[in-house]
């Protein structure tokens, strides 16, 4: 059996918090995620899935434990891992082309080339139509998919997405996640997506895993019962609501877990 | 409306119609004050000396002089402004070591200082390129500062996941993102140093529209010509933040 792709192990980290004490964002986290796996996080309001996402990323250190991404210990940001934040966070004043060549250009790749890739990963998430349009003109939904090609351009192994489509309108989102889908397909790279939505950790991924309320630890694994690949029917089928339910009953709280 | 006509109709007749509605009100006040024209002359009047002193150079020379002390001084205030500016959002030392000089140095008139800059510097060029620098260099600096300090942290975090270095994270993210606050600075700025090269030629000059507007007033008792020098200063008012309105358009562009 191969390496993980990801490997955390006794992971704690804690913020300043008023008073002089500390919150406890994360503390005791283990987690695997095996190569090409697309793994979900879920849990409450605080339960410190955006940081777990910013340590394996490399934004955020861990006060302890180990984290590790194919096999290096992660020391900072790493241009084989490509991250996808809330929000879009597309510079205003350079067009689609020239955001999503950003990274290229960050990594010194020349103009050509990256233009060319560029173009490629564009077309990847059906957007080539707009590279020569300001971020402004675009919806939502095609900023957010302009940000997915972004985080794709260097070709990552790995692919952290933090709530990516949490902003977007319900059927915008569906699309999305199912291009997610076929993007995946295409990638085939490592995903750990953090998200709100039960029925999108369903959809999307392999394994749906359950965080608990601060300090925030792994609590259950939900295997998702669709096969490779999905689509749109898959939505409403019956092993995919067992699946929510199991989600939802690991939660908790229905109320707090929300969609 | 689209097209040349659009724009004729859009932005020039607007204009036309603004100019037309002031001078008419001039006019209207000239002849129901019923004032000589020792106070207050008429357009005409001071439209036809504005006409005869540019035609026999008086006002040429002047206002050449006036215009080389303003550039000049925006261009080094606004230099020094944008350095300190960055310094100062760079480093919190820095910030609370020459702050407080900062505010102090603004909260005190320039202009009152003028006697003293033409004391030090003497009454040509440089002491009204000391006081048009030191006029534009305060709001270009806070403009900087503030544009630097309100950069998106959004941005920032997704050049350090993508590796950025420290200079391309200034030139990618930090200078683009703070341009829309410098240059409100350097709006202000420019209109400033007009100001600030009409008094510093008060408090003493060889040339210059400011002086002009002495010797127009006291010993040449020519009253068009008062006007026609203060028409030229905002004339070159107007014709410098224009400049600066179509520079900012074209480095900030369409960001919506």
């Given amino acids: 059996m191969s390496p993980p792709a990801i490997r955390l192990a006794g992971v704690r980290r804690t913020f300043p918090a008023t008073g002089g004490d500390r919150l406890v964002a994360l503390d005791g986290l283990d987690l695997e995620v095996a190569a090409n796996e697309v793994v979900a996080i879920i849990g ?21 434990g180990t984290v590790e991404v194919e096999g290096r210990p992660v020391d900072g940001p790493d241009r084989a891992v490509g991250f996808a934040f809330q929000e879009p966070r597309l510079l205003p004043w350079r067009d689609v082309l020239a955001n999503v060549a950003y990274p290229l250009e960050l990594a010194d ?38 940000a997915i090609a972004r985080a794709l351009a260097l070709g990552p192994s790995v692919l952290l997405l933090d709530e990516p489509f949490s902003a977007l309108d319900a059927l915008t989102r569906e699309r999305l996640d199912i291009e997610l889908l076929d993007l995946w397909q295409q990638t085939a790279t490592t995903v750990v997506l953090v998200t709100h939505s039960i029925t999108e950790a369903v959809f999307l ?19 998702s019962p669709l096969g490779r690949p999905r689509g749109l029917e898959d939505l409403g089928s019956p092993d995919l609501a067992a699946a929510a339910a199991a989600v939802r009953a690991a939660l908790g709280d229905p109320q707090e877990a929300g969609s | 409306m689209s097209g040349r006509r659009g724009r004729v109709v859009g932005t020039i007749l607007p204009v036309a119609v603004g100019a037309i509605i002031f001078v008419g009100a001039w006019q209207l006040v000239v002849v129901i004050g019923g004032y000589p024209p020792y106070i207050l002359p008429d357009p005409l009047t001071v439209g036809s000396r504005f006409a005869s002193a540019w035609a026999d150079g008086t006002l040429a020379g002047h206002a050449l002089v006036t215009l080389q002390e303003i550039v000049l ?25 020459v702050s407080p000089y900062l505010v102090a140095a603004q909260s005190t008139p320039v202009l009152a200082l003028a006697p003293l800059l033409i004391l030090w510097f003497g009454p040509g060029l440089l002491s009204k390129v000391v006081i048009c620098g030191l006029i534009v260099f305060f709001p270009v600096a806070i403009s900087t500062l503030v544009g630097l300090r309100t950069v998106d942290a959004g941005l920032l975090e997704l050049g350090r996941s993508l590796r950025a270095s420290r200079r391309q994270v200034l030139l990618t993210i930090e200078i683009p993102s703070a341009l829309p606050s410098v240059m409100g600075g350097i709006r ?11 008094v510093g030629e008060w408090a003493g000059a060889d040339k210059g529209l400011g002086l002009l507007i002495l010797l127009a007033q006291g010993s040449l008792f020519d009253t068009p010509l008062l006007f026609a020098a203060l028409l030229t200063v905002a004339l070159i008012g107007v014709g410098l933040y224009g400049i600066t309105v179509l520079v ?3 480095v900030i562009g369409d960001r919506g």
């Avoid at chain 1, 605080?46 to 996402?53: A, D, R, V, W």
């Avoid at chain 1, 490629?120 to 998919?145: C, I, K, N, T, W």
Wanted: charged share 20%.
């Fill in chain 1, 44 to 64: 409450p309001n605080g339960s410190g899935k955006s940081t777990l996402l910013r340590i394996i990323g490399g934004l955020l250190a861990p006060d302890a």
């Fill in chain 2, 73 to 97: 001084g925006f261009v080094v205030g606004a230099i020094a402004g944008l350095l300190v500016g960055y310094v100062i959002a760079r480093s919190r030392l820095v910030d609370l070591v």
């Fill in chain 2, 248 to 250: 900012e358009r074209r």
């Fill in chain 2, 188 to 198: 202000v700025g420019v209109t400033l140093a007009v100001v600030g090269a009409i």
């Fill in chain 1, 109 to 146: 790749v020349a103009r050509n080339e990256r233009e060319a890739r560029a173009h490629e990963v564009l077309r990847m998430v059906g957007l080539d139509g707009f590279a020569g349009s300001r971020p402004h003109r675009l919806s939502g939904g095609m900023r957010q998919r302009a």
């Fill in chain 1, 205 to 223: 991924a392999d394994r749906t895993v359950v965080l608990s309320a601060r300090p925030g630890r792994a609590i259950a694994t939900v295997p």
